[in-house]
């Protein structure tokens, strides 16, 4: 069995941290399994989960901004995949920024005990997320066939915003990760932060019916250009909106480096604090 041996070399920590990172692969997918097969473990419907919510919410998004409201949808697709298609995306964020938020306060002993990257945790958490968004869309494709509605070629474009959704969920994670080691107060603020932000994005309706003098301040929002990616993506009727796209990927990625930054400047003191 190959040996790898840990050194320790002064000035050179951050060089040896992101080798670490690649060493201790194994690890990130013995953590990732591990979430996975815990998830769902002694529940009555198992997987189904990741189908019953969001099918849950879209029947009722429907009936509230569809049949009561009479909001529009976009071109000729029916209203429920309208709302499913964003969906996806919104569960996949919602759930990976959950897990991951927690990730470190639930793995203590761990964390404690042995000597690994702590990046490898909020991240596994984010690809256990990624198997409930991957389940979900097969329902996607289950609702098509039920509406008779042929997606557009532009499906080609959607592993792009998967991606961009991905680095949405994983840098605020981490910021809020590092946060909740140090201030347990927000283990109680994130719930609030994902139910807030589900009413401050298209899930429900169509990013056509904001008004114009409020779009600067709504663009702010990085899941409104995943959003309205996934849909462009899947219905290919609404035109794409690149300036909520282009401020996606601007505020994603200065999440992803405040959120690398601010999880490396408190993970010296992880274990001492948790």
């Known amino acids: 069995m190959r040996e790898h041996q840990i050194i320790i070399e002064p000035g050179n920590a951050e060089k040896n941290y992101w080798t670490d990172l690649w060493r201790y692969r194994e690890l990130f997918y013995i953590l990732s399994w591990r979430d996975i097969k815990?998830?769902?473990?002694?529940?009555?419907?198992?997987?189904?989960?990741?189908?019953?919510?969001?099918?849950?919410?879209?029947?009722?998004f429907t009936i509230v901004f569809s049949r009561?409201?009479?909001?529009?949808?976009?071109?000729?697709?029916?209203?429920?995949?309208?709302?499913?298609a964003a969906m996806l995306p919104w569960q996949f964020f919602s759930n990976a920024l959950t897990e991951s938020s927690n990730s470190l306060i639930g793995n203590t002993n761990l964390i404690t005990k042995v000597y690994f990257p702590r990046l490898i945790i909020p991240a596994s958490s984010v690809i256990t997320s990624f198997v409930d968004f991957a389940i979900s869309f097969g329902l996607?494709?289950?609702?098509?066939?039920?509406?008779?509605?042929?997606?557009?070629?532009?499906?080609?474009?959607?592993?792009?915003?998967?991606?961009?959704?991905f680095f949405t969920a994983f840098g605020i994670g981490l910021y809020l990760t590092?946060?909740?080691?140090?201030?347990?107060?927000?283990?109680?603020?994130?719930?609030?932060?994902?139910q807030f932000g589900?009413?401050?994005?298209?899930?429900?309706?169509?990013?056509?019916?904001?008004?114009?003098?409020?779009?600067?301040?709504?663009?702010?929002?990085?899941?409104?250009?995943?959003?309205?990616?996934?849909?462009?993506?899947?219905?290919?009727?609404?035109e794409l909106n690149m300036t909520s796209v282009f401020s996606a990927v601007f505020i994603s990625a200065l999440f992803t480096w405040v959120g690398i930054w601010y999880f490396r400047k408190m993970e010296r003191s992880f274990a001492d604090v948790i």
């Open 38 to 60: 815990v998830r769902y473990k002694q529940t009555v419907v198992g997987a189904a989960w990741s189908i019953v919510r969001p099918l849950l919410t879209m029947i009722v």
């Open 68 to 84: 009561i409201a009479k909001l529009p949808s976009e071109g000729t697709a029916p209203y429920a995949i309208l709302v499913y």
């Open 140 to 165: 996607l494709l289950v609702l098509m066939a039920f509406y008779q509605y042929v997606p557009s070629w532009q499906m080609i474009f959607l592993p792009l915003f998967v991606v961009l959704s």
């Open 178 to 194: 590092a946060l909740n080691v140090k201030y347990r107060d927000f283990r109680y603020i994130i719930p609030f932060i994902v």
């Open 198 to 238: 589900l009413y401050i994005s298209p899930v429900g309706f169509s990013s056509n019916v904001v008004p114009e003098q409020y779009r600067f301040w709504y663009n702010l929002n990085p899941m409104v250009g995943v959003i309205d990616g996934f849909r462009w993506c899947i219905l290919g009727e609404a």
